[in-house]
Structures are given as C-alpha cells and as structure tokens.
C-alpha cells in the first residue's frame, strides 16, 4: 500500500453504504456530502446535522510541566485554562506566521488535548515534539486513538440527551467533560464550528458506528441527517469563522488576521514568536492591516478564494473564502481588504471574477449569528 494511499476513518464503510461522495481531504478519504448540500445546511440551521470530524488531529500533552510547555509553544495563556474547559488559541512559527489555528482542553491537572486541523496534524505534532524539549512533559500522537463525531444545530442538545446521562445543560460553551454515550465511553465537548449550539464526541474509533447509529436513532424524529464537508464550509463561512489555508496561513501573524486577541503577552515566560509578534502588534497599531470583512453579492456570480477585491479600479483586497450563502440566498464571501474599505456599509466594491467586476457590499462579520 502506498503512503499515498488516502486514510479511512472508523465509519467509512457506513458513509458509503449512505450513498456518500466521497473527497481526499488532507489525506484522508472524507463525505463530501450525502445528498443535497443545501438540505444538510439548512438542517443543522433548523435541526440538526451528524458530521464525521475524525481527521482533525489529536495530541495529548501530559506531565508535570505540560501547562509550561503549552505556554512556550503556543500564543495563548493555556496555564490558567481550568480543568474541563478548552481555549482556542493557535500554533506559530519564530517569524510569527500562523502554523495552525487549535483548540486544547485541560482534561486534567497535568493534562491536555491539542486538536489540531488535519491538513497541519503533523507540523503541530512535530512543532509540539521539537519544543518539548527541556520540558518535564510528554507530547503523545493520538490521532489513531480518537474517532470524533459532532452533532451541530438547535435539535442537538435534545438528542444528545436521549443517549448520555451527561450533565449537558452544565456543559459551557467551551468545555468539555467524560461521560458515556450510548453506553460508551467519550469525551463530550461543546465548541462547534456552524455558529450553531452544538457537541462533538471523541470516541474510540471501534465504538464510533455505535455513536453513529445511536445518534441517528434517537436524531431522525427531530429532523436530524447526515452531513458532508461541504455543507460544514458553508456553515463556518456564514458564522464568520476562518478556516486554515483560508483566512490563517503561514504569512499572516494572529494580527494581521484580526486575532490578535488570542496572543497573550501578559503570561509568564517566553513564547516562540515573541519578538515578532510584539512587533506586528505595534505595527498593527500604527497602520492597520488589511482586515477581514464579509461580502455580500448584487447579482449571483459565487467569488473564489484568491479573487481579486477592487475599487475605483485598483486591487483593494483578496476573497480567502467564498460560496453561496443558503442562508442569505446570495453568494458571500470573507476578504481581506485595506482598511479605508472595510467600514460596513462601504460602497463601490467589487470583486474581480474573470474579468468582469461584480458589485459587492461589505457587512460585518458573521454574517449570521443564531438567536440565543
């Protein structure tokens, strides 16, 4: 077999007995989706949708100065991260260009998840390794070790419970805690990535088609179907979440992506890309860089990433993320644009698809947010 080869995760034979299209995804053989990718959008909107996540990447971080080691690896303050919550923060390189976007949970004392996104799984591992080093703690590829299953949407909370005798409605956005799920045991997290209430579940992968089937079971009387990566794009574009290779790339630093929120200078110790980091933040501050807006389109042409953004015939910004919205019923996208266009409500802009410019409006990111 050759390294080449497209990896499986643990419900691949179920995906394609759904009748599912299948996409290499980073390597790894994924649903793209199962039927109509509008339907699987609006459900999750209006119900629910059971997505596999089982290429995103999981390292464990253990040992006694594991919580020292994340701060020196990472930008965010993973110290004062309580156990059972999560934080999202992000990998970077000396020169303070994004490596990947993370979320980690403190699942104990002296230890952590790191889940990173599949396409960077390795790098974060190996930048995880190399930087361990004089550090009493232990960095543990896990990815072969976790199935992760989600189920996304305002039906999910309801459904869930018809499975675990987990405490969800104590469950925060941003935490997660053991339990069991149809009669197994998982990690339940509530993070999400639709911008809708939602759960993700890490199983071990021989209990994954079990959770699968439990949650169909007990899903479909509330509308609940499966859902491919095309519809979860779709769903992170509307909610204004970036994406890596998109909205985060290794020539961004967390500032010139309008995250700089997530760097934390104030922790104690030093953090690989510091100094670099210390300086695209005064740099930011004196001349703002190209920030990140949302676009909505006049007419009905659909915006790709690496289109140009123009105004008054010069090039004003790049599209990193673009589709129809079918939410909004209109093609959106997400751009950097230079700061004198990127007030909501700007006028004049438009987007350059071969050749002719079609009008856009600039909004404020997300363009949708779900009622409380």
Request: charged share 20%; proline share 6%; aromatic share 6%.
């Amino acid at each position: 077999m050759s390294s080449n080869a497209p990896r499986h995760t643990a419900l691949d034979a179920l995906h394609r007995s759904l009748g599912a299209t299948m996409t290499d995804f980073a390597g790894w053989d994924m649903p793209l989706r199962y039927g109509s990718e509008r339907d699987e959008h609006l459900a999750v909107r209006t119900k629910a949708g059971l997505f596999d996540l089982s290429h995103m990447g999981e390292i464990t971080v253990t040992g006694p100065q594991a919580a020292a080691l994340l701060n020196h690896a990472l930008v965010g303050n993973i110290a004062t991260v309580g156990v059972g919550r999560a934080r999202y923060t992000m990998i970077c390189q000396e020169d303070g260009g994004i490596l990947d976007d993370l979320i980690v949970y403190r699942l104990a004392e002296h230890e952590y998840m790191v889940v990173a996104n599949a396409s960077n799984a390795q790098v974060v591992l190996d930048a995880l390794t190399e930087r361990a080093a004089g550090f009493d703690a232990v960095v543990r590829d896990d990815r072969d070790a976790y199935a992760l299953i989600a189920v996304q949407g305002p039906e999910s909370p309801g459904i869930l419970k018809a499975v675990t005798d987990a405490d969800l409605d104590g469950l925060k956005y941003y935490a997660g805690l053991p339990g069991t799920v149809a009669g197994v045991p998982a990690l339940i997290a509530r993070t999400g990535y639709t911008g809708e209430d939602g759960f993700e579940l890490f199983v071990a992968p021989a209990d994954a088609e079990k959770v699968w089937q439990a949650l169909t079971d007990a899903g479909t009387p509330a509308g609940l179907v499966p859902c491919g990566l095309s519809c979860r794009d779709t769903l992170r574009l509307e909610a204004g979440m970036p994406l890596y290779g998109h909205e985060l790339t290794t020539s961004l630093t967390p500032f010139d992506a309008g995250l700089g929120r997530v760097v934390k200078f104030e922790k104690d110790g030093g953090f690989v890309g510091r100094a670099a980091l210390e300086q695209a933040a005064a740099r930011a501050e004196q001349n703002p860089p190209r920030i990140l807006v949302g676009l909505i389109a006049e007419g009905r042409r659909v915006p790709r990433a690496g289109y140009a953004v123009v105004a008054d015939g010069q090039v004003i910004g790049e599209i990193t993320s673009g589709a129809p919205s079918p939410t909004l019923g209109k093609p959106i996208a997400m751009a950097y644009v230079d700061a004198a266009h990127a007030a909501p409500g700007t006028g004049g802009v438009g987007v350059d698809i071969r050749g002719s410019h079609e009008p856009y409006e600039v909004v404020a990111l997300p363009f949708y947010k779900r009622q409380k």
